[in-house]
């Protein structure tokens, strides 16, 4: 399924136009810079910015076209804003309420007593909004926009107004998001880190317009992505959490692709996850060495070598479970190693960085 | 009691009548007035505003004079109501009760207009998205969220119709039971040179003008600190 969308919209300092069906399973994300038009363009869909001549359509349903305008409130959207979007005058129990007692109880698919469990919110019910930590609040916004049992989810930089600590603490409640709650999501983020995180389908948009739309994974195997401005190349692998060794380290991934990574509360033996690894992180050996510091050694097969870009090439290489693992290594390393597509070799890993 | 004659109830009785039906009428006026101009983009926004506005720094005689000749016998709605049967509205409460909704349409747009621009957009977004259609939204989002500046528009406006003078006697002169409020009845009184009865009943005026505003500035202090 997907949603359609065109819309030409003009104001003084901005212009935004697009023609574009959106993926419309799991997780897009609109990714771009400020001031690009994901945010507007969220609101074209939600239906908060009602441009003339646009037009929206939700898989069957048309929501815009000429004179026929879905109101919001009739489009069964669930809305989490960045921040500042509780109604102050009601309770955590009267916000998380507001949406599903709209709802009517044959739609309903989730109810009270779940979605706090689900986002921790038990024994915050009768607390007044104003006294909540950020973090709190954004888990009653999804766990509102939840309880409206919507067709789906539109998260605004849901959290572009945290600090590191508390996004770490709504992060899992993200991830999976899409799955538990059985909706599609499409999500607005400038956070490369966040999309890596979250999205199964990217929407690149530059100046107003949509760059591209692709699969997280085929997003992730370009070097010049603009995915990679801020940290550099990355490779995202995607893998099942074993249980914990005596070291405090968990495996990921199957035998033949293992990596180690280390154990904290917010991991658990059998949970599916991502692991973000630079591409500066990652060498190349020609033999399995031994007597070294890094522990994450992997068997792969060059796949592709890019041309070198400031001085660095980008390697990609192919993990034994399929996965691309992406090494940045100098050019001068590819001619001393003879570095060609389809040669076996090791690739270490020096850090890994499980997300989400 | 007071050493209020009859005369004096029956102005009061008459002034408080039309305070409550234009605070009534104005409210229900004013409110989708001001929300328009709060949130809506249309460059007839500043012409609205300004007109609402007008009763502000007119002379009540000039409100009062046009008034009087629309809504004449000869005027275009006075005319026109004769003319299928009914009668104009010179010098009659429904005619002065047109002219203070007009004369205090500034006092109740405006706490409104600020009230809901403060709020800003997103809680009714919010309520939107969670399927509160529009009178839902403003009966459970709009009203409890901003129901300061409709106490400061309905007192304001109660308050200011008491103090009108110059546009209810261009329009409606100094009819009992029908046009003489207390402000006419106090110029008849002070004319007339009953001194003791004018001031009984200013002195009675100005104790509630200030109570009034007493409550205006404490509910107005109270939601700024609410704000912080």
């Known amino acids: 399924m997907t949603i359609h969308v065109r819309a030409v919209l003009r104001r003084q300092d901005f212009e935004l136009n697009v023609e574009a069906a959106l993926p419309l399973s799991g997780v897009t994300a609109l990714f771009g810079r400020s001031g690009c038009g994901k945010t507007t363009l969220l609101r074209v869909i939600a239906g908060l910015e009602r441009v003339r001549g646009a037009e929206v359509r939700f898989g069957p349903l048309l929501w815009q076209q000429g004179r026929h305008f879905v109101p919001l409130h009739k489009r069964r959207i669930g809305l989490v804003f960045q921040e500042h979007s509780l109604l102050p005058h009601l309770s955590v129990r009267g916000n998380l309420l507001y949406g599903y007692t709209r709802t009517s109880p044959e739609r309903r698919r989730l109810h009270l007593d779940e979605a706090a469990d689900l986002l921790g919110l038990a024994a915050l019910l009768d607390r007044p909004v104003d006294r909540l930590s950020g973090g709190q609040r954004q888990r009653v916004a999804l766990g509102r926009a939840l309880l409206s049992s919507p067709d789906l989810l539109l998260l605004d930089e849901p959290l572009a107004a945290l600090d590191t600590q508390t996004k770490r603490e709504i992060m899992p409640f993200l991830s999976g998001l899409a799955a538990t709650a059985g909706v599609p999501i499409i999500m607005v983020s400038h956070d490369p880190g966040d999309v890596e995180r979250l999205a199964d389908h990217v929407v690149f948009m530059r100046e107003g317009r949509i760059d591209g739309i692709a699969p997280l994974r085929d997003a992730l195997a370009r070097p010049d992505s603009p995915l990679f401005v801020d940290d550099g190349v990355a490779s995202v692998l995607e893998g099942t959490l074993g249980e914990t060794n005596h070291l405090g380290l968990r495996p990921f991934g199957p035998d033949e692709a293992r990596l180690w990574v280390p154990a904290d509360h917010t991991n658990r033996a059998g949970q599916v996850r991502r692991l973000r690894i630079l591409a500066r992180d990652v060498s190349l050996a020609l033999t399995d060495p031994a007597g070294i510091s890094i522990n994450n050694h992997l068997p792969v097969v060059i796949e592709r070598i890019d041309r070198p870009r400031d001085g660095r090439v980008v390697v990609a290489c192919r993990m034994t479970d399929g996965q691309l693992l992406l090494a940045e290594v100098t050019p001068w390393s590819v001619q001393t190693l003879g570095l060609r597509s389809g040669q076996r070799l090791f690739g270490l890993v020096k850090s890994v960085a499980l997300m989400a | ?228």
Request: net charge neutral.
């Open chain 2, 1 to 228: 009691m007071l050493g209020l004659g009859p005369e004096d109830w029956q102005a009061i009785e008459l002034t408080l009548r039309l305070c409550l039906y234009t605070t009534a009428i104005l409210l229900v006026i004013a409110t989708p007035v001001a929300w328009w101009l709060a949130n809506g983009r249309s460059t007839a926004r500043v012409v609205v505003q300004a007109v609402v506005a007008l009763p502000l720094v007119l002379p009540p005689t000039v409100l009062g004079f046009y008034l009087l000749i629309v809504l004449g016998p000869r005027g275009f709605i006075g005319g026109t109501l004769e003319s299928i049967g009914l009668t104009h509205l010179a010098f009659s409460f429904e005619g002065i009760l047109v002219a203070s909704i007009l004369y205090s349409m500034p006092f109740a747009v405006q706490p409104l207009h600020e009230a809901f621009s403060n709020l800003g957009r997103r809680p009714v977004e919010v309520a939107s998205a969670l399927g509160a259609g529009a009178f839902d939204r403003f009966v459970t989002v709009i009203l409890p969220l901003t129901k300061g500046g409709f106490v400061v528009a309905a007192t304001l406006t109660f308050a200011h119709t008491i103090g009108e003078f110059g546009v209810i006697l261009m329009l409606g002169g100094s009819i009992p039971g029908e046009t003489k409020v207390l402000s006419v009845l106090i110029y008849d009184h002070a004319e007339a040179m009953n001194y003791d009865a004018a001031h009984r009943l200013s002195f009675m005026l100005m104790v509630f003008a200030f109570l009034v505003l007493f409550i205006v500035y404490t509910i107005n202090r109270r939601f700024e600190i609410a704000k912080l």
